[in-house]
Nanobody, 114 residues
Framework: QVQLVESGGGLVQPGGSLRLSCAAS????????VGWYRQAPGKQRELVAD???????YYADSVKGRFTVSRDNAKDTVYLQMNSLKPEDTAVYYC????????WGQGTQVTVSL
C-alpha cells in the first residue's frame, strides 16, 4: 500500500524559509516523477514544482529562484525547500507521485504572515 506523508509546514514570517518533506512508503520515489502542488483557499490546486525520475526539474514562474525540489533516494523522500516566502505562498501543499493513477499525500499547511 502506497502512503505519502508530508511534513514541515507551519507559520513563518515573510522572507522566511521552510523545508517540506514528502516521505513515501510502499513505493520507490526514484523511479517516478514527483510534483509539489498547492491550494490556497478559494483557488484551484496548482503545480509548484516537479522532479522527474531523471532529475529534471520544473518550477512555476511564481516560485522560480525561491523554491528548490530535491530527492533523497535512500530515505524515499522528496523535499521542497522554500526560501524568501511571501504571503501569497500561503496554501496547503501536497506531493503527488505520477505512478499509475497517481498518489497524493494528505497535505501540509504553510502560512506566511507577520
Amino acid at each position: 500500500q502506497v502512503q505519502l506523508v508530508e511534513s514541515g509546514g507551519g507559520l513563518v514570517q515573510p522572507g522566511g524559509s521552510l523545508r517540506l518533506s514528502c516521505a513515501a512508503s510502499g513505493i520507490m520515489l526514484k523511479f517516478y516523477a514527483v510534483g509539489w502542488y498547492r491550494q490556497a483557499p478559494g483557488k484551484q490546486r496548482e503545480l509548484v514544482a516537479d522532479l522527474t525520475s531523471a532529475g529534471g526539474t520544473y518550477y512555476a514562474d511564481s516560485v522560480k529562484g525561491r523554491f528548490t525540489v530535491s530527492r533523497d533516494n535512500a530515505k524515499d523522500t522528496v523535499y521542497l525547500q522554500m526560501n524568501s516566502l511571501k504571503p501569497e505562498d500561503t496554501a496547503v501543499y501536497y506531493c503527488y507521485v505520477r505512478s499509475g493513477n497517481g498518489y497524493w499525500g494528505q497535505g501540509t499547511q504553510v502560512t506566511v504572515s507577520l
